[in-house]
């Protein structure tokens, strides 16, 4: 485990994720189909969990949520969602520091929609497990709770260069989980942000998901590079076709 915390890596990098268009390699191949997934929003209360500097809660309250109550671990990323120009007309945005593991305090007493985009390659399966109880006892009945997380192959697919990647440091697929892997994913720009991916095998996610109670088998998209990201940008995406890069789970209140 590097000896920096979550919270220190993306408090000194608040202001490098902060953004009102897409520019990261992932706010073209994860964010819209978290978006997509999540819909129809309209009227809907949403929780979003480990929201950044709320990216996505914004796209959200774009799409016609009532409201939006956003946590995250990283106080400085908090502070940049309470100060990005609002897009949702009459949606409530609410944003808190807080640790999403151990969450006790909520706007409401359930959600229509819960997300997690790409939290949980911050937390140990114990910790996932954990998160994924809350949202089940925060879910509204009929409600959906979507997560991306990095493929869990995708650190084994390629070697370390841009625009995305993790360094295994030699642990193998198996005695790598709960293992963090440091990696890298680039703005169009040309910049490089720092994230991090702390390991789990596909079948864990399933694993755990059922431990904390949905019972029902999740929606499951292993998210790529299209046809239509490379028209758009051919020298930034093209490394990168081919290969699985995020994966995204629905699951249903059941
Ligand atoms: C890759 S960023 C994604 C942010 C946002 N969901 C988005 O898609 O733009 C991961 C976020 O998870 C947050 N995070 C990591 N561990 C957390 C925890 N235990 N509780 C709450 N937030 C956490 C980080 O501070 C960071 O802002």
Redesign the pocket.
Known sequence: MSAES??AI?DANADR?AREERVLL?DFTA?PFVVDELGPLAGAHVL??????G??ARLVAKAGAASVFG????TE?VQNARLATPIGGSCVTTFEA????TLTHFTRDTYERVMA???FN??TRA?MTAVLRTVRARLAPGGRFVFTVPHPCFPYMRAPSPPFFFETEGWSYFAGVDRTYEGRIWRRDGAALP?RCVHKTFSDYFAALAEAGFSALPKVVELKVTDEHVAYDRAFFEPLVGFPLHVLFRVEAT
């Not at 979003?48 to 500097?53: I, P």
């Not at 807080?98 to 593991?101: F, L």
Request: negative net charge; hydrophobic residues 45%; proline residues 0%.
């Open positions: 979550t919270e993306y994720w992932s964010r979003d969990l480990g929201c950044g500097e990216y996505v946590v995250d671990v990283s990323m807080g640790d999403a593991a985009v790409f939290l911050y937390l910790e994230v």
